[in-house]
């Protein structure tokens, strides 16, 4: 088995270099990742620009191939496709921090899996809670190697991946879970540049509920979240209702 490795928070963190060696148990192994942190630039494939890619000693995963770009967690994946071989697995993370709910709008990890599944390969996100006192990868990377091989074994629906959160401390056990309303709430922090100019940040605050059954639920009670995702957006519920509302145009 070929497996392709990214994330967005960019190739010397220790997230992916953990993922990256654990897959090793499951076959052939190459790494492509941001040459920078690319944390919540979503989906975006760079066409405005031209992009390097680049064979990385230094970020530390040995005899494993190692790619950096200076582009998305997207480029990543479709630069590692075209350039290396198609994989039979794509695997993104394990990221810094949970991608629950509408995160996932957002979150360049997923995004990378979001790519590798238009693209017809299975692929999974791997978040993990760093609300802990201690960020244990190893622990989430050898979680995901067994979460890895069962999704070979069993294989994927077209157009559905796996997003998988891990909770900060060592899991209770795996929940299969829906997405739950956890979100950003926006706020704009504005000041001052030595000009007297201004400019601004937007930083936010998480938020959401914990209704039984979602990942949010799951993780805040020490379990792994397991949430299969479809690339079909499709209210498919108001199909009927929106067609009555254009028959009146």
Same mark, same amino acid.
């Given at each position: 088995? +070929?497996?392709?490795?990214?994330?967005?928070?960019?190739?010397?963190?220790?997230?992916?270099?953990?993922?990256?060696?654990?897959?090793?148990?499951?076959?052939?192994?190459? =790494?492509?990742?941001?040459?920078?942190?690319?944390?919540?630039?979503?989906?975006?494939?760079?066409?405005? +620009?031209?992009?390097?890619?680049?064979?990385?000693?230094?970020?530390?995963?040995?005899?494993?191939?190692?790619?950096?770009?200076?582009?998305?967690?997207?480029?990543?994946?479709?630069?590692?496709?075209? @350039? #290396?071989? +198609?994989?039979?697995?794509? =695997?993104?993370?394990?990221?810094?921090?949970?991608?629950?709910?509408?995160?996932?709008?957002?979150?360049?990890?997923?995004?990378?899996? @979001?790519?590798?599944? %238009?693209?017809?390969?299975? %692929?999974?996100?791997? %978040?993990?809670?760093?609300?802990?006192?201690? #960020?244990?990868?190893?622990?989430?990377?050898?979680?995901?190697?067994?979460?890895? !091989?069962?999704?070979?074994?069993?294989?994927?629906?077209?157009?559905? #991946?796996?997003?998988?959160?891990?909770?900060?401390?060592?899991?209770?056990?795996?929940?299969?879970?829906?997405?739950?309303?956890?979100?950003?709430?926006?706020?704009?922090?504005?000041?001052?540049?030595?000009?007297?100019?201004?400019?601004?940040?937007?930083?936010?605050?998480?938020?959401?509920?914990?209704?039984?059954?979602?990942?949010?639920?799951?993780?805040? !009670?020490?379990?792994?979240?397991?949430?299969?995702?479809?690339?079909?957006?499709?209210?498919?519920?108001?199909?009927?209702?929106?067609? +009555?509302?254009?028959?009146?145009?």
């Amino acid at each position: 088995m +070929r497996i392709l490795v990214s994330n967005d928070d960019g190739i010397f963190s220790p997230g992916i270099k953990a993922l990256g060696l654990a897959m090793r148990a499951l076959g052939e192994v190459y =790494v492509v990742a941001p040459d920078v942190e690319q944390s919540a630039v979503g989906h975006g494939i760079t066409v405005r +620009r031209p992009l390097r890619f680049k064979h990385t000693a230094s970020a530390g995963f040995g005899e494993v191939p190692a790619y950096r770009v200076d582009g998305t967690p997207a480029d990543c994946v479709v630069l590692g496709v075209h @350039l #290396l071989g +198609r994989p039979d697995l794509v =695997v993104s993370g394990i990221n810094i921090g949970v991608n629950l709910g509408l995160d996932l709008t957002h979150s360049g990890t997923v995004a990378a899996a @979001l790519e590798g599944t %238009s693209l017809g390969i299975p %692929s999974i996100a791997f %978040s993990l809670d760093t609300s802990g006192e201690e #960020l244990n990868f190893a622990e989430a990377a050898a979680w995901a190697v067994r979460i890895a !091989r069962l999704v070979m074994a069993k294989g994927l629906p077209k157009g559905v #991946l796996l997003n998988v959160n891990f909770p900060p401390g060592p899991p209770k056990g795996v929940m299969v879970t829906r997405l739950s309303t956890h979100h950003w709430e926006d706020k704009v922090v504005e000041r001052l540049d030595p000009e007297g100019r201004p400019y601004y940040w937007i930083a936010g605050t998480p938020v959401g509920e914990e209704e039984e059954g979602t990942d949010l639920y799951a993780v805040r !009670r020490g379990y792994i979240s397991i949430t299969p995702v479809s690339l079909d957006f499709t209210a498919g519920e108001l199909l009927a209702e929106v067609r +009555r509302w254009v028959a009146e145009l």
